[in-house]
């Protein structure tokens, strides 16, 4: 069975720093394209980034230069790194894997709120 498990969310100050993680299992990561999604109050689910199998990386221009992806396919896990937070970045961030051009598992989500 299939298994998304974010953590690393939280309450920060604006331009602050944080790393999300996701923990996958159930299936081979390697093979998979893997992709966090964000939902801000009021607003519907947004893209954030994507790493490829093969490790290309995708972000969207609001937070391009902001947020790293990265995945650790020794352990399965994708990692999101959040640098220069704004308050518009306040959402809950999903874990969520690729196939062909749908998200098929969702992790749960995990709340990520910038404010001072």
């Known amino acids: 069975e299939v298994h998304l498990v974010e953590s690393g969310g939280g309450l920060v100050q604006p331009g602050g720093s944080l790393r999300l993680s996701c923990a996958a299992s159930?299936?081979?990561?390697?093979?998979?394209?893997m992709s966090w999604v964000r939902e801000a109050p009021g607003k519907g689910l947004e893209w954030v980034s994507t790493?490829?199998?093969?490790?290309?990386?995708e972000y969207a221009e609001s937070i391009k230069g902001r947020f790293t992806i990265s995945r650790d396919n020794a352990k399965n896990l994708v990692f999101l790194q959040m640098n220069s937070l704004k308050s518009e970045d306040t959402a809950v961030y999903y874990c969520?894997?690729?196939?062909?051009?749908?998200?098929?598992?969702w992790g749960q989500g995990t709340q990520v709120t910038v404010s001072s």
């Open positions: 969520a894997r690729e196939l062909g051009y749908e998200y098929d598992y």
């Open positions: 159930g299936f081979n990561f390697d093979d998979y394209f």
């Open positions: 790493v490829s199998a093969g490790g290309t990386l």
